[in-house]
């Protein structure tokens, strides 16, 4: 069973451009999560989606940042006009449906270093 | 809103010794999960070990053992027989049981700013 793949590992991009950041979860995962982590600091809790809907997105920046999970393909995470304050890891972790009871076990992905320039 | 706290920014032991690191936590909730991560060099996240709040016995994985101290708010790492594959970052972090929810999930999880172990040969 593949764990939950990120793609790309590493990202170039110049000031003001577009990053897309791809995660697929792992197989039969409904729930996404996404996490940034800036240099010499713990992980921060950005945005929670399940297929088609976004369920908590209470940490991410209001302007530029924006995610999604459709019906079929993986959760993007774009960040629209990136500045160098931008430049983190960003991790995205996925949890199984659970029968419809809570779980609290998240299986992170390996992240995508995003590096502005 | 939690907050984790992570006092000892870099530590370092011996290889075969026994290391501690510490963490405390702030929260009004009564049911939460805390979670010890290891981030190696590659930055992928690992889960080392878990503890749910109601429990009183401490969780144990193999070399990985917790204290968990909940009027304390406090919950350190043991780790024993320390190996150099356990250079690593740790996070500590917390997750709150939120109310049932039909569609399964889990709640956000709050990390610490690490602390960073080099174990020495």
């Known amino acids: 069973n593949a764990g939950v793949m990120q793609n790309p590992r590493h990202l170039v991009r110049r000031r003001g451009q577009e990053a897309r950041l791809r995660c697929s979860p792992m197989?039969?995962?409904?729930?996404v999560y996404w996490y940034r982590q800036l240099p010499e600091e713990g992980l921060k809790f950005m945005v929670y989606l399940q297929k088609e809907n976004i369920i908590d997105e209470s940490g991410m920046p209001k302007e530029r940042f924006s995610a999604e999970f459709p019906k079929e393909g993986p959760s993007i995470l774009r960040i629209q006009q990136v500045v160098r304050g931008d430049s983190a890891a960003y991790f995205c972790a996925s949890s199984p449906p659970s029968g419809g009871f809570l779980t609290d076990t998240q299986y992170f992905g390996p992240g995508t270093r995003l590096t502005v320039l | 809103a939690q907050t984790v706290t992570q006092s000892q920014p870099e530590m370092s032991v011996q290889e075969a010794e026994t290391v501690t690191l510490s963490c405390t936590y702030d929260?009004?909730?009564?049911?939460?999960?805390l979670f010890w991560y290891k981030q190696p060099p590659s930055r992928q996240m690992i889960l080392v070990i878990r503890?749910?709040?109601?429990?009183?016995q401490n969780a144990t994985e193999n070399r990985f053992s917790v204290n968990f101290q909940k009027a304390a708010k406090s919950f350190s790492l043991k780790i024993s027989d320390s190996q150099l594959g356990d250079t690593a970052m740790y996070f500590c972090?917390?997750?709150?049981?939120?109310?049932?929810?039909?569609?399964?999930?889990?709640?956000?999880?709050?990390f610490g700013k690490g602390t960073k172990l080099t174990v020495n040969p």
């Open positions: 929260t009004s909730e009564n049911n939460y999960y």
């Open positions: 197989k039969g995962h409904s729930h």
């Open positions: 503890q749910e709040a109601y429990k009183q």
């Open positions: 972090a917390f997750m709150k049981q939120g109310p049932r929810r039909g569609q399964g999930g889990s709640e956000k999880l709050v």
